[in-house]
């Protein structure tokens, strides 16, 4: 299927319908929002070549002018609407439950991102980076690390791990945002997330490839890493996936990226050496 360029005026109403929201007044409300994101999710699906790795960007041209569309939108603001939505009355005080319509309203959004990852990761990660998007981004992941980790929302608390594994993929000024802000930082909640992912195959599935793509080539998030988790982990569960060479991708990342992940960690200087001063780590 080809989304046609009527595709744009879909998407530029349902940015205004996202951009317009703060909070959920009522059921209907939160109806017609999680519709418009299906909507969009469908559009993104439809020119998504099924069975790549995230990185795979669609090669051919783009008549629908989606991509396009897309940035100019800031993807429909969907990250602002999740900060206006969760973060409307400041920042996180206590992880109180989610009200139901507000927590599949955060599904869908989450859904949305990562549909829009597979489809275009340079899309997503180029609008993320910018400087009002990227703090958005930041105090949302680490409100719903926080709230979902304590209330037990596991489908938000995966949907969340792998959307931060795909945003710092390969890129290093968003790799770097992980470890900014208050204490705990995003990397510090991942790394403390509860010991089920890092024992149940299943959900370090989930985490391992996010915590490898936010200290791939990133020399001070292994630092942060090492505090609670070994590399050493990681090194294993990249040998692992690694040991079936018939694979492609695994999880949605390419091969090849494992493979230079896994060469990356093994040496002996990928992590910076400690200073007891508070100075910026040192690589040698």
Same mark, same amino acid.
């Given at each position: 299927?080809?989304?046609?360029?009527?595709?744009?005026?879909?998407?530029?109403?349902?940015?205004?319908?996202?951009?317009?929201?703060?909070?959920?007044?009522?059921?209907?409300?939160?109806?017609?929002?999680?519709?418009?994101?299906?909507?969009?999710?469908?559009?993104?699906?439809?020119?998504?070549?099924?069975?790549?790795?995230?990185?795979?960007?669609?090669?051919?041209?783009?008549?629908?002018?989606?991509?396009?569309?897309?940035?100019?939108?800031?993807?429909?603001?969907?990250?602002?609407?999740?900060?206006?939505?969760?973060?409307?009355?400041?920042?996180?005080?206590?992880?109180?439950?989610?009200?139901?319509?507000?927590?599949?309203?955060?599904?869908?959004?989450?859904?949305?991102?990562?549909?829009?990852?597979?489809? /275009?990761?340079?899309? &997503?990660?180029?609008? *993320?980076?910018?400087?009002?998007?990227?703090? #958005?981004?930041? +105090?949302?992941?680490? =409100?719903?690390?926080?709230?979902?980790?304590?209330?037990?929302?596991?489908?938000?608390?995966?949907?969340?791990?792998?959307?931060?594994?795909?945003?710092?993929?390969?890129?290093?000024?968003?790799?770097?945002?992980?470890?900014?802000?208050?204490?705990?930082?995003?990397?510090?909640?991942?790394?403390?997330?509860?010991?089920?992912?890092?024992?149940?195959?299943?959900?370090?599935?989930?985490?391992?490839?996010?915590?490898?793509?936010?200290?791939?080539?990133?020399?001070?998030?292994?630092?942060?890493?090492?505090?609670?988790? /070994?590399?050493?982990? &990681?090194?294993?569960? *990249?040998?692992?996936?690694?040991?079936?060479? #018939?694979?492609? +991708?695994?999880?949605? =990342?390419?091969?090849?990226?494992?493979?230079?992940?896994?060469?990356?960690?093994?040496?002996?200087?990928?992590?910076?050496?400690?200073?007891?001063?508070?100075?910026?780590?040192?690589?040698?």
């Amino acid at each position: 299927a080809v989304v046609s360029t009527q595709s744009t005026g879909i998407i530029d109403t349902i940015n205004e319908t996202c951009k317009l929201t703060t909070r959920i007044k009522d059921e209907e409300s939160c109806t017609r929002l999680i519709v418009s994101l299906e909507l969009l999710d469908a559009c993104c699906t439809a020119v998504t070549q099924p069975d790549t790795a995230v990185c795979t960007l669609p090669s051919r041209s783009d008549p629908s002018q989606l991509v396009e569309t897309l940035v100019f939108t800031k993807m429909c603001n969907i990250v602002t609407l999740l900060y206006g939505v969760l973060l409307y009355d400041g920042p996180l005080r206590s992880p109180s439950p989610l009200e139901p319509a507000t927590l599949c309203l955060v599904q869908e959004c989450l859904n949305t991102l990562l549909t829009i990852a597979r489809f /275009s990761l340079s899309t &997503l990660q180029s609008v *993320l980076d910018t400087e009002g998007m990227s703090l #958005e981004l930041r +105090h949302v992941c680490n =409100y719903l690390l926080t709230c979902a980790t304590h209330n037990s929302y596991t489908s938000i608390l995966d949907l969340c791990i792998q959307l931060i594994g795909y945003v710092v993929f390969s890129h290093p000024s968003n790799q770097i945002m992980l470890q900014n802000g208050p204490s705990p930082s995003i990397l510090q909640l991942l790394t403390s997330l509860p010991f089920s992912y890092f024992s149940d195959v299943k959900l370090m599935n989930l985490l391992f490839p996010t915590l490898v793509s936010a200290c791939f080539e990133c020399p001070s998030n292994i630092v942060i890493l090492q505090r609670q988790v /070994s590399k050493v982990m &990681l090194i294993a569960f *990249l040998k692992e996936q690694l040991a079936d060479k #018939e694979r492609k +991708h695994i999880n949605h =990342y390419p091969r090849a990226t494992f493979q230079q992940a896994l060469k990356f960690l093994e040496a002996p200087d990928t992590t910076p050496k400690p200073t007891t001063n508070g100075a910026a780590p040192e690589v040698t």
